[in-house]
Nanobody, 115 residues
Framework: QVQLVESGGCLVQPGGSLRLSCAAS????????MGWYRQAPGKERELVAT???????NFADSVKGRFTVSRDNAKNTVYLQMNSLKPEDTDVYYC?????????WGQGTQITVSS
Protein backbone atom coordinates (compact mmCIF):
# COMPACT_ATOMS: atom_id res chain seq x y z
CA GLN A 1 0.00 0.00 0.00
CA VAL A 2 1.37 3.37 -1.00
CA GLN A 3 1.65 5.89 1.80
CA LEU A 4 3.01 9.42 1.92
CA VAL A 5 3.84 11.14 5.18
CA GLU A 6 4.51 14.86 5.22
CA SER A 7 6.43 16.46 8.06
CA GLY A 8 8.09 19.73 8.97
CA GLY A 9 5.07 21.96 9.29
CA CYS A 10 5.03 24.51 12.08
CA LEU A 11 4.60 28.17 12.99
CA VAL A 12 7.22 30.42 11.41
CA GLN A 13 7.69 34.17 11.27
CA PRO A 14 7.39 36.12 8.03
CA GLY A 15 10.66 36.06 6.15
CA GLY A 16 11.63 32.75 7.70
CA SER A 17 12.45 29.43 6.10
CA LEU A 18 11.13 25.95 6.47
CA ARG A 19 11.74 22.57 4.86
CA LEU A 20 8.97 20.08 4.40
CA SER A 21 9.59 16.39 3.85
CA CYS A 22 7.40 13.84 2.15
CA ALA A 23 8.45 10.26 2.86
CA ALA A 24 7.00 7.56 0.65
CA SER A 25 6.47 3.89 1.36
CA UNK A 26 4.98 1.12 -0.72
CA UNK A 27 6.45 2.48 -3.93
CA UNK A 28 9.74 3.91 -5.13
CA UNK A 29 9.74 7.60 -5.87
CA UNK A 30 12.48 6.96 -8.43
CA UNK A 31 9.90 6.03 -11.03
CA UNK A 32 7.16 8.57 -10.36
CA UNK A 33 6.59 12.30 -10.62
CA MET A 34 5.63 13.99 -7.39
CA GLY A 35 4.06 17.24 -6.37
CA TRP A 36 3.42 19.63 -3.53
CA TYR A 37 0.04 21.32 -3.17
CA ARG A 38 -1.54 23.52 -0.57
CA GLN A 39 -5.05 24.21 0.56
CA ALA A 40 -6.69 26.77 2.80
CA PRO A 41 -10.05 26.14 4.50
CA GLY A 42 -12.88 26.61 2.03
CA LYS A 43 -10.57 26.90 -0.94
CA GLU A 44 -9.47 24.53 -3.67
CA ARG A 45 -6.20 22.71 -3.42
CA GLU A 46 -3.61 24.51 -5.51
CA LEU A 47 -0.33 23.50 -7.07
CA VAL A 48 2.86 24.64 -5.36
CA ALA A 49 5.56 22.65 -7.14
CA THR A 50 6.16 19.49 -9.08
CA UNK A 51 9.23 17.38 -9.72
CA UNK A 52 9.58 14.76 -12.43
CA UNK A 53 11.43 11.46 -12.30
CA UNK A 54 14.41 13.25 -13.83
CA UNK A 55 14.15 16.12 -11.31
CA UNK A 56 12.74 18.69 -13.68
CA UNK A 57 10.77 21.14 -11.58
CA ASN A 58 7.83 23.47 -12.01
CA PHE A 59 6.50 26.09 -9.60
CA ALA A 60 3.44 28.19 -9.09
CA ASP A 61 4.09 31.84 -9.90
CA SER A 62 3.38 32.79 -6.30
CA VAL A 63 6.36 30.79 -5.00
CA LYS A 64 8.88 31.09 -7.84
CA GLY A 65 12.23 32.27 -6.59
CA ARG A 66 11.33 31.44 -2.98
CA PHE A 67 10.63 27.69 -2.97
CA THR A 68 12.66 24.81 -4.30
CA VAL A 69 11.79 21.14 -4.57
CA SER A 70 14.19 18.22 -4.55
CA ARG A 71 14.15 14.48 -4.25
CA ASP A 72 16.38 11.95 -2.50
CA ASN A 73 15.67 8.64 -4.15
CA ALA A 74 17.87 6.77 -1.66
CA LYS A 75 15.69 8.01 1.19
CA ASN A 76 12.51 7.76 -0.90
CA THR A 77 11.72 11.30 0.14
CA VAL A 78 10.86 14.58 -1.57
CA TYR A 79 11.56 17.94 0.02
CA LEU A 80 10.06 21.40 -0.31
CA GLN A 81 12.42 24.15 0.79
CA MET A 82 10.49 27.33 1.51
CA ASN A 83 12.31 30.62 1.95
CA SER A 84 11.14 34.20 2.44
CA LEU A 85 7.85 32.94 3.77
CA LYS A 86 4.84 35.23 3.70
CA PRO A 87 1.60 35.16 5.70
CA GLU A 88 -0.22 34.18 2.50
CA ASP A 89 1.81 30.96 2.44
CA THR A 90 -0.19 29.81 5.45
CA ASP A 91 -1.95 26.60 4.40
CA VAL A 92 -2.02 22.87 4.79
CA TYR A 93 0.62 21.44 2.48
CA TYR A 94 0.16 18.07 0.80
CA CYS A 95 2.42 15.94 -1.34
CA UNK A 96 1.32 13.48 -3.97
CA UNK A 97 2.83 10.81 -6.16
CA UNK A 98 1.79 9.42 -9.56
CA UNK A 99 3.06 5.85 -9.88
CA UNK A 100 1.80 3.96 -12.92
CA UNK A 101 -1.21 6.15 -13.53
CA UNK A 102 -2.41 6.14 -9.94
CA UNK A 103 -2.50 9.13 -7.63
CA UNK A 104 -1.83 9.07 -3.91
CA TRP A 105 -1.90 11.89 -1.37
CA GLY A 106 -0.40 12.40 2.03
CA GLN A 107 -2.35 13.59 5.05
CA GLY A 108 -0.95 17.13 4.95
CA THR A 109 1.11 19.30 7.26
CA GLN A 110 0.12 22.75 8.54
CA ILE A 111 2.29 25.78 7.85
CA THR A 112 1.44 28.99 9.64
CA VAL A 113 3.37 32.15 8.79
CA SER A 114 2.71 34.76 11.42
CA SER A 115 4.50 37.14 13.73
Amino acid sequence: QVQLVESGGCLVQPGGSLRLSCAASGTSISFAPMGWYRQAPGKERELVATITRTSNTNFADSVKGRFTVSRDNAKNTVYLQMNSLKPEDTDVYYCNIHPNGYLFWGQGTQITVSS
